[in-house]
C-alpha cells in the first residue's frame, strides 16, 4: 500500500491567478465510496496518476481501506488505504457512485469534513457531488453533476445552486462535474490550473482527449449517435486544425468552411453538436491557450505572441488575455514560465519569426 511521507499538513494548492508552483507534485486522493463508477474512479488515477506523473502522486482509498464492490461491473476496486489518507493530501477526488442517496457512514462524513476544514481542495466526479452534499461543503456554491442526476442534488440539498446546464463548476477549493467525458475535462482543468496551459495540453494530448471543453458548455451535447456521426466528427477535427494553424490570420468562420469545404451554415451545427460551442467562440479559446503556451515556454515579447496567436497588437492582446486569465500576460510569465525556453512553435508566422 502506498503511503506518503509522514509530514505536517500544508495546503500549496491555490489558483491558477495565485500559483507560483515548485517542483514538488501534488498529493491527491481519490475516495472510493459503495458501488462506486468504475470509469469515474479511473479517470483521476490514469490522468493525474498515470498521464500526470511527476506534477502529481496519486492513491486510492477508502472507509478502512477495504476493498469496495464497482457499481454493476462484477468486481471489486482494491483502495491502496483508509480515510487517514485523507490527512496527507492536497486535493480529494470523489468518483461517481450509484447509491449516491443512500447516508454516508459517520466516519467517512467527518473525513470529509476535517479534509475542507483544513483547506484541501475538495473535487467530484458525477454523482460524487453527493458526498460533499452530505458533508455540508457544497452549502451556498454552485455545482453541478450528471444531467439525470440534478434534480435530486437540487431537491435533496436545497441550500445548493445546482446547475444542469454546465460540464464542471470550479469555485476554487471546491470543484464538481458531470458525469464521464466531463470528468475527463475536470481533471485536465485541474492540470491547466495547477501547472499551466503547457502542461495541460501535454496531458490533454497523451489523453487523446478531445479538444479543450470549458466548464460552461452544455452537458446536453450529441447525446445520440445519429448515422454518419463518424464522419461529421471527422469534418470538424479537419476544421479545428485548420483553423489552428492558420490561428495567426485573421481568419473567419466563413474562412474555415471554404478551406474544409463545409458550408458555413453546416460548420456552425458540426461544432455545436460536437462541442456545443460556435467556431468562433472555439477559436477565440485556443488563441489563448496558444498565447499562454507561449508564455510559459519561450520568452519571445508580447507583441510576437499576440501575432502568432492572432490576437492582433499587443494592446488587444493583454486585454483579451487578462480578461480570459485575470492576468497580465506578464504576471502569467512569472508564474508559469518553465525556465528552459524551447525556442518558437513549428507554425506559420512563428513566435520568432
Known amino acids: 500500500m502506498r503511503k506518503f511521507p509522514a509530514t505536517a499538513f500544508v495546503n500549496t494548492v491555490t489558483p491558477a491567478h495565485a500559483r507560483v508552483h515548485s517542483q514538488e507534485p501534488i498529493k491527491v486522493a481519490v475516495l472510493a465510496l459503495p458501488d462506486v463508477l468504475a470509469l469515474d474512479f479511473g479517470i483521476p488515477l490514469q490522468i493525474l496518476g498515470r498521464i500526470a506523473a511527476g506534477l502529481y502522486e496519486v492513491a486510492s482509498c477508502s472507509a478502512g481501506g477495504f476493498p469496495v464492490a464497482a457499481a454493476g461491473g462484477g468486481f471489486t476496486v482494491n483502495p491502496e488505504r483508509g480515510l487517514d489518507l485523507l490527512e496527507e493530501v492536497h486535493t480529494v477526488i470523489i468518483p461517481g457512485y450509484s447509491t449516491c442517496r443512500a447516508p454516508l457512514a459517520g466516519d467517512v462524513l467527518a473525513a470529509l469534513q476535517a479534509a475542507h476544514k483544513r483547506g484541501v481542495r475538495m473535487v467530484s466526479i458525477c454523482t460524487g457531488a453527493f458526498a460533499l452534499a452530505q458533508a455540508g461543503i457544497l452549502d451556498g456554491l454552485p ?211
Request: glycine share 8%; with cysteine; proline share 4%.
Open 143 to 353: 455545482a453541478t453533476t450528471h444531467w439525470e442526476s440534478t434534480a435530486d442534488l437540487a431537491r435533496l440539498f436545497p441550500r445548493i445552486s445546482v446547475d444542469e446546464n454546465v460540464l464542471f463548476v470550479d469555485n476554487g477549493h471546491v470543484l464538481t462535474s458531470a458525469g464521464v467525458a466531463a470528468g475527463i475535462d475536470l481533471c485536465l482543468h485541474l492540470v491547466r490550473s495547477d501547472w499551466g496551459a503547457a502542461a495541460g495540453n501535454r496531458t490533454a494530448k497523451a489523453t487523446v482527449a478531445a479538444p479543450r471543453r470549458e466548464g460552461t458548455q452544455s452537458q446536453f451535447v450529441e447525446h445520440r449517435v445519429p448515422h454518419g456521426s463518424a464522419s461529421r466528427s471527422a469534418e470538424v477535427a479537419r476544421a479545428m486544425e485548420w483553423a489552428v494553424q492558420n490561428m495567426h490570420h485573421p481568419i473567419t468562420a466563413a474562412d474555415i468552411a471554404q478551406a474544409t469545404a463545409i458550408s458555413g451554415r453546416t460548420l456552425a451545427r458540426r461544432f455545436e453538436a460536437h462541442g456545443g460551442i460556435t467556431p468562433m467562440k472555439w477559436l477565440a479559446l485556443q488563441r489563448v491557450e496558444r498565447a499562454k503556451e507561449l508564455l510559459e515556454t519561450t520568452t519571445a515579447p508580447v507583441e510576437r505572441i499576440a501575432a502568432a496567436s492572432g490576437l492582433g497588437s499587443g494592446a488587444n492582446f493583454r486585454q483579451i488575455f487578462k480578461k480570459a486569465t485575470s492576468l497580465s500576460p506578464t504576471q502569467y510569465r512569472n508564474a508559469f514560465f518553465a525556465g528552459d525556453e524551447r525556442g518558437p512553435l513549428p507554425i506559420a508566422g512563428r513566435v520568432g519569426a
